[in-house]
């Protein structure tokens, strides 16, 4: 029983590292449509 529940624990921090690799991946989607879509001015360092 013990080792069961190891291994469901395993397999949920599996998930939730491929949940938050996901994620990310989605934030750099999203922060390159950003990039661009908006005008290059934005991007340029005061």
Do not use: G
Request: glycine letters at 0%; charged letters at 30%; hydrophobic letters at 35%.
């Amino acid at each position: 029983f013990h080792a069961e529940a190891e291994v469901v624990k395993q397999s949920e921090r599996d998930d939730a590292r491929a949940q938050s690799e996901n994620d990310a991946a989605l934030l750099d989607m999203n922060h390159l449509y950003f990039y661009f879509s908006t005008p290059k001015i934005f991007h340029q360092k005061t």
